[in-house]
């Protein structure tokens, strides 16, 4: 089964169940899987699981930062909705990187990299992204980076 077709099947589940958070939730995902068939000219071809994965990754965030930017101004209820819905697109991405697994890719990224300082962050940023993709937040990956190579 495809990542595209649990959603949908989760989504009949959450209208029998009237769970609205739910229910808008993953409305709003499909309708960005089909605005990313429509964009790749793909008619009726169906979203690949990687493509769908890294869209609600993005979803992930924009929802992170939303209710971190709610919770600034006050707005606790509508940080809350944010989260609510953070937790059901969290149910769709894979398991997310324990902190030791982290630090283990960056100090190989490191050492394949010969990197020695601030300076080279981004040639380590080059090496561990593509290993640690939709398992971890870009900004937590970058922060551990940082500290890694002694840039703070």
Do not use: C, F, H, W
């Not at 429509?38 to 965030?61: F, M, N, P, S, Y």
């Amino acid at each position: 089964m495809t990542l595209a077709t649990r959603i949908t099947d989760d989504l009949r589940a959450s209208m029998k169940a009237r769970d609205t958070v739910t229910t808008a939730t993953l409305r709003m995902v499909l309708a960005a899987i089909k605005n990313l068939q429509v964009e790749a000219g793909r008619g009726g071809a169906e979203a690949t699981d990687r493509e769908v994965t890294e869209l609600i990754t993005k979803e992930a965030k924009k929802r992170r930062e939303a209710a971190q930017t709610y919770r600034d101004v006050g707005r606790d209820d509508l940080a809350d909705r944010e989260l609510a819905e953070l937790a059901v697109l969290e149910r769709y991405l894979p398991e997310q990187l324990r902190a030791d697994e982290l630090v283990a890719i960056i100090d190989e990224a490191v050492e394949e990299t010969g990197a020695t300082g601030p300076g080279d962050m981004g040639r380590v940023m080059k090496e561990v992204m593509p290993r640690v993709k939709g398992r971890a937040d870009g900004s937590a990956v970058q922060q551990a980076v940082r500290a890694r190579l002694g840039g703070g």
